[in-house]
Structure formats: C-alpha cells, structure tokens
C-alpha cells in the first residue's frame, strides 16, 4: 500500500527551526525559567515515554535524541534518575537549537564535559543532521557499538514535511530510517517515533518500507507501542498522537 505524502510547509525547514530556537533562545536569555516549549506536553508524551522505557529497557545506559531542540525530553530522563550513569545525547541540525539545549544543562548543572568518565549521567549536545548519519560526522558522541535507545519526539514529523529529495528521488524523510539504524546497537537498539502526523499503522509502514526500498538491508522490526488516551470523532476512534518502537535486528 503506497501512503500519500504530507504537503511541504515552513515547519520541513531550517529556516523555520533557526528562527524558532533563536527566539527561544531570546526569551531564555532574559528569563532563565523560560526554557522553552515542550513538544507534545499537552498528551503527557514524555512522562509515557519513560514509563515505556523503564519497563523495556531498564537496562539501557545510552541514549540519543534526535531533533533535540532545547533537549527538555534528556534532561527528564537525567532527573528521573531511572539510568543513573547513563549517557545522554542530544543532536539537532540547527545551531540555534543546540545552543539553547547547553545554555540550559549548564545552568541545570547536567552537562557532560569531554572526558568519556565525565559524561557518565550527564548530557551533551551536538550539532548534526540526522539525515547525514553515518557519514563519519557522529564518531565523537556515538558510543562504541552504537546507542542501546534512539528517541524521536516530532522529527520525524518535521523531515515528512520537507520538500528536499533523496538523490533516487524520494522525499526525504523515505531515507531516515536507513540513517538511524546505523547508530543503533545491533541486535537490541531500540528507536521510539513519537508523531503527530502520523498514525501508529502509517508510522510502521513509513519507518519499516527503508528495508524493501533501500539497496541495503534496513534490519528493523516492530517492537511495542504507547498507550495515550483516545478520542471518538465520527465514528472512529484515535489518538492525538502516535509513539511506536522498532528494534534493530
């Protein structure tokens, strides 16, 4: 089944992101308090999606958030305290962003610093664009064997709404899938999509197509969902928004 595309618009650029993030920035500089806003607060996302990782992968002592803006989702993980030592990464491909997410650890007193030891239960923020994964740029913060989780809360929504195209010319966000699976561990790394969107079916068909499209084998496969509140509107019953779990084979 071929899903429609999501028409382009302003929130599928960078223009948008940097102009976002400066005046977040802005509103920080003047008011520390103000850190920003936090992406699907309104459905609890971030609160459901620890309790879904302390149940699957108490385990797990590195993580990666991908699109991390003022990288509010690692800094919960941090305090919660669940993966106590862990290491928390935080990418995104605007400066701005990245900018905004270490102003706020340093004065939450969680950021990592250089030393590998040192970044033990601490975050660190890079920039990087998770559509250029695997081209060598990542070696610094991605730990050997790559990360046990990969966390996604609206990135994957912002790459559905670019117009760039891959150079076999599928849009864009066809290809991330292929880019993400090479800094999960093998064999246990788990990616959790959360989306606004998409719905939970559309997310597993958009996310696990890389493995029939690409030329490589993309090893992914469905490992879980999170329960949000529901909704009846029609007669059909739905969810605000979407979070699915792929594991890496």
Same mark, same amino acid.
């Given at each position: ?12 650029? !960078? ?12 509103? =920080? ?21 620890? *309790?879904?990782? $302390?149940?699957?992968?108490?385990? &797990? $002592? ?12 690692? =800094? ?28 706020? &650890? !340093? ?39 790559? =990360? ?22 599928? $849009? ?31 997310? !597993? ?36 928004? *979407? *979070?699915?779990? =792929?594991?890496? !084979?």
């Amino acid at each position: 089944m071929t899903e429609e595309h999501l028409p382009p618009s302003q929130l599928g650029t !960078k223009q948008y992101w940097d102009q976002a993030y400066t005046l977040e920035s802005q509103n =920080f500089n003047e008011d520390p308090t103000n850190e920003g806003q936090v992406w699907f607060s309104e459905s609890n996302a971030e609160s459901r999606i620890l *309790s879904f990782l $302390r149940r699957v992968v108490p385990e &797990a $002592r590195s993580f990666l958030d991908i699109g991390t803006g003022n990288g509010h989702l690692l =800094f919960e993980m941090v305090e919660e305290g669940s993966w106590e030592g862990g290491w928390f990464v935080g990418v995104d491909y605007s400066c701005e962003a990245v900018a905004l997410a270490r102003s706020i &650890a !340093k004065g939450r007193g969680v950021m990592g610093e250089e030393e590998e030891e040192e970044r033990k239960g601490k975050v660190g923020f890079w920039v990087a664009d998770v559509m250029a994964l695997g081209d060598g740029e990542e070696e610094e913060w991605v730990p050997e064997g790559g =990360f046990d989780v990969c966390l996604d809360k609206g990135t994957f929504d912002a790459i559905s709404l670019s117009d760039e195209r891959l150079p076999d010319g599928r $849009r864009a966000y066809e290809g991330y899938a292929e880019r993400v699976v090479q800094v999960m561990k093998r064999g246990s790394g788990l990616l959790v999509v959360t989306s606004c969107n998409w719905t939970e079916e559309e997310l !597993k068909r958009k996310i696990l197509a890389s493995e029939v499209i690409a030329n490589e084998v993309i090893e992914l496969e469905y490992h879980g969902r999170i329960e949000y509140p529901s909704f009846s509107f029609g007669g059909h019953k739905g969810q605000a928004i *979407s *979070s699915v779990c =792929f594991r890496r !084979k």
